[in-house]
């Protein structure tokens, strides 16, 4: 079993940064594939970024202004969130699969944190 637990959402305006941590404990998760979701109020759980050993993905809407990274000593995966907008607004969760993945498709990933909370004001 993996927990996770995410940290560092918050309000911000728009243009600003935050940078959210998933913390995962239960076992070491750095040779799995660990994937950043965000889901906004009435929409479908999207995929924003994954980090595979060094490879790192990102989707459209994240490329450029967001950075996925992961300390292995801590066992933790950092999403630093730049240059925000107002429809980067939703609940940021963080997943772990129990393997390699490609890691864009929420069905890959066999655990998940809470969520926490960005929104961004214009």
């Known amino acids: 079993q993996v927990q996770l637990v995410e940290s560092g959402g918050g309000l911000v305006q728009a243009g600003g940064s935050l940078r959210l941590s998933c913390a995962a404990s239960g076992r070491n998760i750095f040779m799995n594939t660990m994937g950043w979701f965000r889901q906004a109020p009435g929409k479908e759980r999207e995929f924003v970024a994954r980090?595979?050993?060094?490879?790192?993905y990102y989707a459209d809407s994240a490329k450029g202004r967001f950075i996925i990274s992961r300390d292995i000593a801590k066992n933790t995966v950092y999403l630093q969130l730049n240059s925000l907008k107002p429809e980067d607004t939703a609940v940021y969760s963080c997943?772990?699969?129990?393997?390699?993945?490609?890691?864009?498709?929420?069905?890959?990933?066999?655990?998940w944190g809470q969520g926490t909370q960005v929104t961004v004001s214009s």
């Open positions: 980090i595979s050993g060094g490879s790192t």
């Open positions: 997943a772990v699969a129990s393997m390699f993945v490609r890691g864009t498709d929420r069905n890959e990933y066999d655990y």
